[in-house]
């Protein structure tokens, strides 16, 4: 089923348990239903919201790719009189300014997994799969779950701030490897890192459901 097919039967199934009514009529048509029923208005609403934020996100990532330090005063926020994306994702959405930030960090990601010809460097692991991806990121997973629908916009977020991404090679500290001065020797350590962090994302997705929000 396409992406607007989805929203349009979940449209169609809370129009069914609630019935056609105004905007002021809604809180008593939901009083009158029996819990079953307000348990699936609940749920119901949520995929839909979840699937309209996932679209949200996507757009706030390329908003950030319009509005770039190198677009200058060209840029799609900077046209608009915002000197940032979140800015004019901010005024555009009502929200915080934390999560105006947030979409476009979240949609930053999803771009360098699934926008058209960005390249995502490094590897991605298969979310349900486990198998690497070559040519995606090492967050691939989270954005492929997050479109699928098996984890929000908060636990990618979670997710994604937690990992953080893999260090550098040569980067000091207890998650290093051993310094190397081969060029070939460094990359292929990079990409094993990258590998461990993509598998660690898809192994979080797979908990995601049995945890909150914090605990990822």
């Not at 979409?103 to 360098?112: F, H, I, N």
Request: charged share 25%; hydrophobic share 45%; proline share 4%.
């Amino acid at each position: 089923m396409s992406f607007f097919s989805d929203l349009q039967a979940q449209l169609d199934a809370l129009r069914a348990l609630v019935g056609d009514v105004e905007a002021v009529a809604v809180p008593g048509a939901v009083s009158r239903l029996g819990d079953d029923e307000v348990v699936a208005v609940i749920s119901t609403v949520s995929a839909l919201a979840q699937a309209c934020e996932s679209l949200r996100i996507a757009a706030s990532g390329v908003v950030a790719a319009r509005s770039t330090r190198e677009a200058g005063h060209s840029g799609l926020a900077q046209k608009r009189g915002h000197r940032s994306p979140a800015s004019l994702v901010q005024e555009l959405t009502g929200s915080t300014r934390a999560d105006a930030v947030k979409q476009v960090r979240l949609g930053e990601a999803l771009s360098t997994s699934h926008g058209d010809g960005v390249d995502g460097a490094g590897e991605g692991v298969d979310a349900t799969e486990g198998s690497v991806v070559v040519g995606r990121p090492w967050h691939a997973p989270l954005s492929d779950a997050l479109l699928g629908g098996s984890i929000t916009a908060a636990q990618h977020d979670a997710i994604l701030r937690g990992l953080g991404g893999p260090p550098a090679p040569d980067a000091d500290g207890a998650d290093s490897v051993d310094v190397v001065d081969d060029a070939a020797d460094r990359a292929r350590a990079a990409e094993q890192l990258r590998e461990v962090w993509a598998v660690a994302a898809g192994e979080l997705v797979v908990e995601a459901p049995h945890r909150t929000a914090e605990e990822l």
